[in-house]
């Protein structure tokens, strides 16, 4: 069994290698929305142009973007949605409910502190993980049947 997994959310730490490299011995494929933030911020006015106000430069930007995201968590297994400590992650939020309601298997990954700001987006969710190694397991679990040693 192969699963394609799509990594959704919080883009300022490692999180995504993390359990990329933690799943290379697992017949996983990955898939992420664009992770450079000046890119991602920038793409509708780099590709359609200027725009003077700052919401409609940042509504190109999220629409394009969201052809990329929802063909990745369309085409996915599983989708892994990551809430960070330092930034709200709305977008992050719209992954997890886009995924939801299209019946992908959701693993929410957030740290305690956010349980309850999140308690809807962890009702949706299959599994809340709160490391990127518990996704890995998961997804070894998954995969092979086998528990963590």
């Not at 290379?24 to 359609?48: E, K, M, N, Y």
């Not at 973007?65 to 297994?77: C, M, S, V």
Request: aromatic residues 8%.
């Amino acid at each position: 069994m192969t699963l394609r997994v799509y990594l959704s959310g919080e883009i300022h730490t490692d999180w995504r290698e993390q359990i990329v490299t933690g799943s290379q011995d697992l017949d996983v494929s990955f898939d992420s929305p664009v992770t450079d933030h000046d890119a991602s911020d920038d793409c509708g006015v780099a590709i359609l142009g200027a725009e003077n106000n700052k919401f409609w430069h940042d509504n190109k930007g999220a629409k394009v973007n969201a052809i990329r995201t929802r063909k990745g968590i369309a085409d996915a297994d599983v989708v892994v949605v990551r809430f960070g400590e330092k930034y709200k992650q709305w977008n992050a939020a719209f992954d997890a409910g886009y995924a939801a309601a299209l019946g992908k298997s959701l693993i929410v990954l957030h740290g305690p502190e956010h349980a309850h700001a999140l308690k809807e987006v962890d009702a949706a969710a299959l599994a809340v993980a709160e490391r990127p190694e518990q996704v890995v397991q998961i997804l070894r679990y998954v995969l092979t049947g086998a528990l963590p040693v």
